[in-house]
């Protein structure tokens, strides 16, 4: 009987331990960016890093760039990065197109800063090579890269993989990192956005394993509990993706949700790219004020 009871004991000390140990996890956020890249054409490309990812969450192939309040601004990068990285559509962040002439990021900030606003000792960090990213929308960010240098965009995504790899490597991981990947949406305006052009698929099959590398890193914080959202700023048609607002070639982006905390499957409602942000902080643990205007909802989250 003693026998008995201490292996119950043990076997139930085991259970709370290793419960405990699941629960202590800490919690890290990826925003992962890849400029210009259509659904279908990463579907017909070779990319076991992102159907990796897609297989480990929720996705929908038709996440919406523009919202159903306002669709005035231009389907471009310079409002669909403003949109994704705060969570608001582009009446309110006033980013209409490339020039950023008046911006409003100092009332609908770039979502690193409810991170930090919430959790002070939080390390941010931005990884882009898309420099008016870093130069008008990244706040309160604890690390800001811009590897743009006049180098080809294959390149500086390259460093921009190495830096976000670097990043990860060092004790002290980031509680939220937004990486920017910009050669697809340069493949396309060279030569085409379309699943049948070999650059532009090639473009997306390097990405894809300049994603591996970053998975990679973050598979080995095996004591970090990860949640990694993935979208893109618009589609493309043709050589372009301007004045897109009733092409869905160019309004419909992507949205990967992946990790433990994430369902499984496709999204059965319409999700647009403002979501990423509410998904990010609601994981995180980050109340969402209603002051904060907010357009997007936490989706893909069991």
Known sequence: MPRLFSFAAFTLLFFVVTSLSAEEKSKHVLLLGIDGC?????????????????????????????????????????????????????????????????????????????????????KTVSIINWSPIAQYIVSAADVSIDTQKGSSYTEADDEAAAAAVKQLSEQDAPTAMMLYFGEVDVAGHGHGFHPAVPQYIAAIEHVDALVGNVMEAIEKRTDEDWLIVVTSDHGGFGKGHSSGHTNPDILHSFLIVSGEAAKKGQFEQQVYIVDAVPTLLTFLGVDIDQAWELDGHAVGLK
């Open 38 to 122: 259509r659904f279908d054409a990463q579907t017909k490309a070779k990319t076991p890093n992102l159907d990796k990812l897609r297989e480990n969450g929720s996705y929908s192939p038709t996440a919406l760039i523009l919202g159903d309040r306002y669709k005035k601004n231009d389907t471009i990068s310079g409002p669909g990065w403003g949109s994704i990285n705060t969570g608001v559509w582009a009446d309110k962040h006033n980013v209409q197109g490339n020039s950023f002439k008046e911006p409003k990021f100092d009332k609908y900030p770039h979502f690193f800063h409810y991170v930090k606003k919430s959790l002070p000792t939080a």
